[in-house]
Each structure stands twice: as structure tokens, then as C-alpha cells.
């Protein structure tokens, strides 16, 4: 029997419980499966197979009259009848994310929503974690493959999000911009690339490329730690280890020292608060490579927001070494994402965070008005995917010209693309460190007291826009990054 309760209306709360139902059995059954054949060579058979498969999620609306809903609300909003599906993993972490997404179908719509188990096995490497003994020993990768599901590339991809999906009458509407092979994939992706349990990935996302930021971030995290009244709980470090509050000074120190970041790619820092609104910051290295990859695979959380808080080169005479560039639009010439964003769609600046930044920086550095105009220049940041740009100077001068640019960098652009493509708020604010044009270069002895001084305050106006950004969701996940024949999910 496929349907994993039988056919009635169901509340939001019931639909989750049952993918959480559904979806833990079919692990259980795979690791039961993947267990006994370490221990006695024995694999599964086909009818045991068939509880290896992803729950579910079907949501029906067939409205017999007209349809009235004045929301402002940019998702979970139903437009054509029909049914919508999608697979589903994890279920218990996402919880709150589809309650919040099915009770506005319900209570608006009218909508009818069912659990079924679906067609699609769950690759048996999204259910292993790190000491499990069928993934070590005498048990070879080849047998395994060869008994148990494996991940296919012919079923992941990005369909849904670029719009590539081909609509058939016959068939349901994606319900999500990504099913559940897609979200396992990126799941275990960032525990590569970031060292930490993806569990520990926080809704609010800073994105650098300076690992001093993220030292900066790990002494804000300290100080939130020791302070009675905080809110913050825990800090989750690469590696795997944590500190949280009341940890002694000296311990915690030890703690954040003995953190291995240097083993992986792109770090993540992952501070905690007991309402789940937390902040993560991730030192994403250079070059838009980089910048494709780490949002590919944070895209899936559905976080509320990434800032890119970075170093720039200023194209402009005025701009002074330790100026703010708030981009308010992006030159890209990184190339990465021509073919799936061609260059011509514009990737607009998001109303809600630009304000907020700006606020945050007035808040910051104390300046209002023309103070601050003198210290935050607003425009066009151009995003290279080549470092040494500057050297074929007399090719892009008429470009960036014509843009209008006032900075230079390798990852906003891209940052911001993703974000639009993805539909993941999106902003940026930088902070000029040279100034390539103009003969400006960071000596030694220029660069540490650069580094001492702007690192710290530009961190804090990242930390600042955060907080102004929490209380504005509703309004943060704008209209702007929907389509007109959007997935419902957020």
C-alpha cells in the first residue's frame, strides 16, 4: 500500500508527522539492511528494497467557486488547480519550515494535502553517518553499489529552480524548488566543504573571503557566550566540536583552538539562539567557483538571507582605502553562470536589505547623512572571474565605464546571482582595501593597520543588519526572486 494514511482531510501537523513517520521508517529499514549484510553477506531483496523510497508530499487544490486571497505573502500561494508534489527528506529538521509553508494552503486555499510513498529510492550513503561499521572494514564501495540504491546524476539537478521543467497535464506541479535527492546531495555536500554538521547551519548566512572576518566572528560568538542575557547558545566549530554557554574562558579558547578549519575547504562558524535564528558565517575563499559552489548546496536550507562582507578594490578617485561599497547592482564577469543567468537578466537590489545595511552601517561608525556618503558609496560592483583582471586593462576600461562601477571583486556578483536564481534574500557590502587604478596598493605595515582597524566595524555592521533583518521576514522574501510559474514552497 503506497498511501501512508489513508485518505482523509489532514491537518498540517498530521502531514508532517506521517513524513516524519514515512521517512524514518525507510531509513531505519535501509540501515537495518546495510547492517546485516556488513555482518553476513547477505543483501537485500527487491520486496526489501521497496522500503528504501523517499516519502511523499502531495498537495491538491481544486477550487469550485472563486477565489479570494488578498495576501501579500511572495509564497505559498496557490495560482493554478491542480496537484502539486514533491519528495521529502528530513522532515523532522525541516519541520518548521513546511508547517509554515502547508497552513497558509489549508487556511486559504482550501487546499487537500496526502502522504504517499513515492518511486524514489534513498541512496544508501545520505543515510550513513561517520562510525557507522557497514561503512568501514571489509565491506567494499563497489558491493555495496552494486546491492543497495546509489546516488544517480540523472536525478539530481536544478530544474524546477531554472525554470527548465516541462509542464505536463497528466502530471503533478513541483511543489519545491528541490525534491529530496537533491537536498541529500547538497546535505552532505556541506559537511565536506564546511566541517560542521549541516544541522548546525544557521538561517542567517555572512559570507566572506578573509579568514580574519571569521576570527572576528569566533570572538563576537566568545563574548555572546559569556554574557548572561544573550540569546546565542552555541557555537559549532569545523571539526565537530562546540562551545556553548558557561563555558570557561580558558576552555572555550581551547575549544576554538584545537578546531581543525584548516582541513576543509570553506569553513563554516555556526552560532546558535534559542529561538533558531542564528548566524553562520563562512569563509568561502576566493573566486566565484567557490561562490557558485557553497550556495549550490546552502540554497537548500532555505535560509533567510546571505551577505557577502568582503575585501574590494575601489575604482573610484574619491574612494579612500577602508570605504564601504554598498552594491546596488553587479557587472558580472565571472562567466560561471552565463548559461543557467544569462547576463543580460538583471539581478536587482533587494529593497529590504539594502535599507538595512545602510541603517546598520549609520548605526556602526556613528555617521548620518553626508558623513556617510563620505565613508558608504553606493553603485555598480564588477564581479571578475579572473584575479589579474588588470592586466588586459585596455580590454575592460570601456566596460567598466560604461557599468558605471565604483569597486571591483571576484564573488559578489556571483553571490548576489544565486541568490536571485535560488531565491535566497541576497546583499552586499564591501570594503575597499586597494585601489587598482590609481596606484593604490596595500603595503605590510598599511595592510595590518588596515586589517586591525576596518575588519572589526565592518564585521559589526554585518552582525547589526541581521538584526534589523530579523524583524522584517515577511517582507524580506520579496516577489522580486519569484516567477510567474513559481513552485509554492518558499
Known amino acids: 500500500m503506497d498511501d501512508l494514511m489513508p485518505m482523509q482531510e489532514l491537518t498540517p501537523e498530521q502531514v508532517v508527522a506521517r513524513l516524519e513517520f514515512g521517512y524514518d521508517h525507510a531509513c531505519g529499514a535501509l540501515r537495518d539492511a546495510l547492517s546485516r549484510y556488513s555482518r553476513t553477506g547477505i543483501g537485500p531483496t527487491a520486496a526489501e528494497r521497496r522500503h528504501f523510497r523517499y516519502p511523499r508530499l502531495d498537495v491538491a487544490w481544486h477550487p469550485t467557486g472563486a477565489v479570494r486571497t488578498t495576501t501579500t505573502r511572495a509564497w505559498a500561494k496557490l495560482q493554478e488547480p491542480g496537484v502539486y508534489s514533491t519528495t521529502i527528506t528530513q522532515p523532522a529538521f525541516f519541520r518548521a519550515y513546511l508547517l509554515e509553508q502547508l497552513q497558509p494552503l489549508v487556511s486559504e486555499f482550501g487546499a487537500t494535502l496526502s502522504v504517499h510513498i513515492s518511486d524514489l529510492e534513498i541512496p544508501y550513503p545520505y543515510v550513513t553517518e561517520v562510525g557507522d561499521e557497514f561503512v568501514h572494514g571489509a565491506v567494499q564501495v563497489e558491493e555495496l553499489a552494486r546491492l543497495f540504491p546509489t546516488p544517480r546524476l540523472s536525478s539530481v539537478g536544478d530544474e524546477v529552480a531554472d525554470g527548465l521543467w516541462i509542464f505536463d497535464p497528466a502530471k503533478p506541479r513541483p511543489l519545491a524548488l528541490f525534491d529530496a535527492v537533491r537536498t541529500d546531495f547538497s546535505l552532505k555536500r556541506l559537511t565536506h566543504y564546511t566541517g560542521t554538521n549541516w544541522r548546525t547551519l ?85 573566486g566565484p567557483s567557490n561562490a557558485k559552489n557553497i550556495t549550490d548546496h546552502l540554497a537548500v536550507l532555505r535560509p533567510n538571507c546571505w551577505l557577502m562582507i568582503g575585501h574590494c578594490g575601489g575604482l573610484r578617485q574619491s574612494q579612500v582605502i577602508g570605504d564601504y561599497v554598498l552594491a546596488h547592482g553587479y557587472l558580472r564577469r565571472d562567466r560561471i553562470l552565463d548559461d543557467l543567468l544569462p547576463p ?55 566596460r567598466i565605464n560604461l557599468s558605471r562601477a565604483i569597486a571591483v571583486d571576484m564573488e559578489s556578483g556571483t553571490l548576489a546571482a544565486q541568490g536571485y536564481r535560488l531565491r535566497v534574500p541576497y546583499g552586499t557590502l564591501l570594503c575597499v582595501s586597494d585601489k587598482p587604478l590609481h596606484g593604490e596598493i596595500k603595503l605590510p605595515g598599511a595592510a595590518t593597520a588596515f586589517y586591525q582597524r576596518a575588519v572589526g566595524e565592518h564585521l559589526a555592521i554585518g552582525l547589526e543588519t541581521i538584526d534589523l533583518l530579523r524583524d522584517q521576514l515577511h517582507s524580506l522574501h520579496s516577489r522580486k526572486l519569484r516567477a510567474f510559474d513559481e513552485p509554492v514552497f518558499r
Open 202 to 286: 544557521q538561517p542567517w548566512i555572512l559570507l566572506t573571503n578573509y579568514q580574519r572576518y571569521v576570527d572576528g566572528f569566533v570572538r563576537f560568538a566568545l563574548d555572546e557566550l559569556a554574557r548572561p542575557q544573550s540569546r546565542y547558545v552555541a557555537l559549532h566549530l569545523p571539526g565537530g566540536r562546540s562551545v556553548t554557554r558557561g563555558t570557561l574562558p580558558a576552555e572555550a579558547a581551547e575549544i576554538v583552538a584545537s578546531a581543525p578549519w584548516q582541513s576543509f575547504q570553506m569553513p563554516a562558524y555556526n552560532l546558535q539562539r534559542d529561538d533558531g535564528q542564528g548566524i553562520t558565517i563562512v569563509n568561502i575563499g576566493v
Open 344 to 398: 543580460e537578466v538583471p539581478v536587482p537590489a533587494l529593497a529590504e536589505v539594502q535599507l538595512a545595511l545602510q541603517e546598520a552601517a549609520a548605526r556602526v561608525t556613528g555617521d548620518r547623512g553626508d558623513a556617510l556618503k563620505r565613508r558608504l558609496r553606493t553603485g555598480t560592483v564588477v564581479t571578475y572571474d579572473d584575479r589579474n583582471w588588470e592586466l588586459r586593462w585596455s580590454q575592460e576600461r570601456r
